[in-house]
């Protein structure tokens, strides 16, 4: 009877502590990528804004370069609404902000090394791997071995937590 209360006792909190971990693993981005991606989207959006009154005169590349700043900034901040999709968003922000130079000078080519530092930072980017739920710890001392103490599961917990 007594094991069988600690052994439910003990799936309901791994189960609990994997539930956690798997919401702040979501939650967590590649910060410095980001803000250089969304920087980088600013630069290069600043020459055609500067450059506006020429920007629909007809042979002119400055709209191209209204479109890739806007495009650039929008991978940035959709990167930080939708961190699962953060390597996909870091390629489409290095391939648009080389892109850029063509309408914008790449943001005086500020924006651009931005961009290709901020992408690759974001491709390179990988959450944390998630501890499994039949680690060997976990068995040998929640499973037929017998009910164990306080201080044994605290154990198991902080070897399982700090790895």
């Known amino acids: 009877m ?3 209360v600690v052994e439910e006792r003990a799936l309901s909190h791994s189960e609990f502590s994997l539930r956690t ?3 702040f693993d979501e939650k967590k981005r ?3 990528g980001l803000t250089l991606v969304c920087l980088s989207g ?3 959006l600043w ?3 500067n450059l506006y009154w020429i920007a629909f005169v007809p042979g002119s590349f400055a709209f191209a370069g209204i479109l890739f700043g806007m495009l650039v900034l929008s991978c940035g901040v959709l990167g930080w609404l939708m961190p699962q999709y953060v390597r996909l968003l870091g390629a489409f922000a290095m391939i648009l902000s080389i892109l850029s130079i063509i309408g914008a000078l790449g943001g ?3 924006g ?3 961009g290709m530092v901020g992408g690759s930072l974001c491709m390179a980017w990988g959450p944390a791997s998630r501890p499994s739920n039949d680690s060997d710890e976990e068995k040998g001392h929640f499973g037929l071995e ?6 044994q599961e605290a154990a198991a917990t902080s070897n399982k937590w700090f790895k």
Do not use: H
């Not at 017998?146 to 201080?151: F, I, R």
């Open 2 to 4: 007594r094991k069988r």
């Open 21 to 23: 971990d798997r919401r």
């Open 30 to 32: 590649p910060k410095l």
């Open 42 to 44: 600013l630069t290069i």
């Open 47 to 49: 020459i055609p804004a």
């Open 108 to 110: 005086l080519i500020i």
């Open 112 to 114: 651009t090394l931005l």
């Open 146 to 151: 017998g009910a164990g103490s306080v201080e």
